[in-house]
């Protein structure tokens, strides 16, 4: 079949084959590329919307028993920079954030081994009631899995408790590249692959949404970008359990493992075969928080409905040499200059025309 067919079966909706898949990113020219990914947006959501969320990233400790090589920002146990913010501390954010419109809070950290599972319930509990208008979408599969290790629970018995407690979302941190051969060399003590599905499902089976990241352009190949995409739509197929897919590229800077940064072709070859390949995630999220505002705007046109969060505070990234910063006027002129019209949302994709700025 030439490269033409395949764009235009996947742009029509039709199901690629993972050697398609790795085709199209190699050797599909760009704008070819780029014109069949917005075609499926398109088709999927006809309106002219870009949808966003007012939301905020608490990174409560950046005490971690991971130590990650492409992580710049976690301390190991007992070093003199670690920290673990307060139960206060963190409310006192979530105000700052819910002052500002937020109806999404994303508390992350490392996996501090000191934070039993009590901490986040109390927290948790703490945050709901003092904002019960605000999303706790929060934690990652790794916190899960290092909360199951320490309490000698299931990762299931975990997410159960913390629902219980306030939580309402699972997002898609720690995925980086579900390859076995890649995590054994940027994240060795992660779990597996096949471990951060179970997580994943169960956060699923538990009626949590959950969302897929992609951490890319560490050390992985074209095959093992593929590859990942491949676990979360074998995933979605069985759950229909993800709202949106959320490639974002690797910051090398200030990391052990240092490298390159992925170049911002990349970046929209990256955003357009994911749109095309995950046939059945609804949305793809512009991570316009390492790329910037503008290779975001581009990020419209190559397959994205979506762009993010307007992230109030966020320290990972930045810790790692990158970072970028947007308000929601910014956001939404960015959405308004590539022709499209901006709309709120919340952590379930539910529009929230209520929560509009004045000046919309
Ligand atoms: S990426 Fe997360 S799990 Fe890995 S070292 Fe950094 S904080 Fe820890």
Not at 173 to 195: F, H, M, N, Q, Y
Request: with cysteine; hydrophobic share 40%; proline share 4%.
């Amino acid at each position: 079949m030439s490269l033409a067919d395949v764009l235009d079966r996947a742009a029509a909706g039709g199901r690629l084959s993972f050697d398609e898949g790795v085709r199209l990113y190699r050797e599909a020219p760009l704008h070819a590329l780029g014109a069949a990914a917005h075609a499926r947006r398109m088709a999927m959501y006809p309106t002219n919307d870009v949808t966003y969320v007012v939301d905020t990233t608490i990174n409560y400790t950046n005490v971690c028993n991971v130590h990650c090589t492409f992580c710049a920002f976690f301390r190991p146990e007992h070093h003199a920079e670690g920290y673990t913010m307060s139960h206060d501390k963190v409310l006192e954010r979530v105000k700052y954030a819910a002052d500002q419109g937020a109806t999404q809070i994303m508390i992350q950290g490392g996996v501090n081994p000191e934070l039993r599972i009590g901490w986040f319930e109390e927290l948790f509990r703490r945050v709901a009631a003092e904002y019960p208008d605000v999303d706790i979408h929060s934690l990652s599969v790794s916190e899960i899995s290092g909360l199951a290790t320490i309490e000698g629970m299931t990762t299931r018995a975990v997410l159960e408790r913390l629902k219980a407690a306030g939580m309402k979302s699972l997002p898609g941190a720690g995925a980086e590249i579900l390859v076995e051969r890649v995590r054994k060399r940027i994240s060795a003590r992660k779990i597996v692959p096949d471990a951060w599905i179970d997580v994943m499902r169960d956060a699923q089976q538990l009626g949590m949404p959950t969302t897929a990241t992609m951490m890319f352009g560490s050390i992985e190949t074209d095959d093992e970008r593929i590859a990942h995409m491949k676990v979360i739509r074998d995933l979605q197929d069985e759950s229909e359990g993800f709202t949106a897919f959320i490639p974002w590229y690797y910051v090398p800077y200030k990391t052990p493992l240092r490298g390159r940064e992925a170049t911002g072709l990349e970046y929209l070859r990256v955003l357009a075969v994911s749109r095309l390949f995950l046939d059945n995630v609804p949305h793809l999220q512009a991570s316009w928080l390492t790329p910037g505002l503008k290779l975001g705007q581009l990020a419209l046109f190559y397959g994205c409905d979506d762009m993010g969060g307007t992230i109030i505070e966020e320290q990972v990234v930045h810790d790692a040499g990158g970072g970028n910063e947007a308000t929601r006027a910014q956001l939404e002129e960015i959405i308004r200059g590539a022709g499209f019209t901006p709309v709120i949302r919340d952590t379930y994709w539910n529009l929230r025309n209520d929560l509009a700025l004045a000046t919309a």
